[in-house]
């Protein structure tokens, strides 16, 4: 029996496709009267479930890039983003027709200036600003809960 499960953990590691990658942007403020860390959390259209915006890569643009056009279009973000990624994270996207797949999410930092009234999800999703222990306490990726932890931890406010 060992065998069997054994030959058939091979030929499930044969057959895996690599993990798909995409670009996010952790979108964070700090909040002036009271000097405190604030990341932006917007809910998934399909199940609702609290994520950070992101989206697949997009030919001609770099990966910050693409991580700063899905926060526009998705939560109406405009801001300075962080050319460097902060990490990256995985999770198993739901496909058309039940499939799932393994997706890699580099996540650059972005500091959010202000937030447009109309963009292309306006009204499709919810928007929270939460402390980032709040928002790691609700994703469900424990690589972006950790994340997010992370960054707060190594947060250095930038000098005006």
């Known amino acids: 029996m060992n065998l069997i499960r054994r030959i058939a953990g091979d030929v499930h590691l044969m057959f ?16 002036k009267k009271r000097g405190t860390l604030e990341v932006l959390l917007i809910t998934s259209r399909d199940t609702g479930r609290w994520v ?15 991580a700063v056009r899905e926060a526009f279009e998705e ?23 039940g499939l799932k797949t393994e997706c890699k999410v580099r996540v650059y930092a972005l500091e ?12 499709q999703r919810r928007l929270e600003w939460v402390s980032c222990e709040e928002a790691a306490g609700r994703v469900h990726e424990p690589g ?13 406010p930038a000098k005006a």
């Not at 895996?16 to 909040?31: D, G, K, T």
């Not at 950070?52 to 693409?66: H, N, Q, S």
């Not at 959010?112 to 009204?123: M, R, W, Y």
């Open 16 to 31: 895996r496709r690599p993990a798909r990658i995409q670009y996010a942007a952790l979108c964070y403020r700090v909040r």
């Open 52 to 66: 950070i915006p992101k989206g697949w890569p997009m030919t001609g643009r770099r990966p910050y890039e693409v």
């Open 75 to 97: 939560a109406g973000v405009k801001g300075r983003v962080n050319k460097t990624s902060i990490g990256h994270y995985m999770y198993r996207k739901g496909m058309a027709g």
């Open 112 to 123: 959010v200036a202000s937030l447009a009234t109309n963009f292309p999800e306006k009204g």
């Open 144 to 156: 972006l809960k950790e994340l997010f932890l992370s960054f707060e931890a190594t947060f250095v």
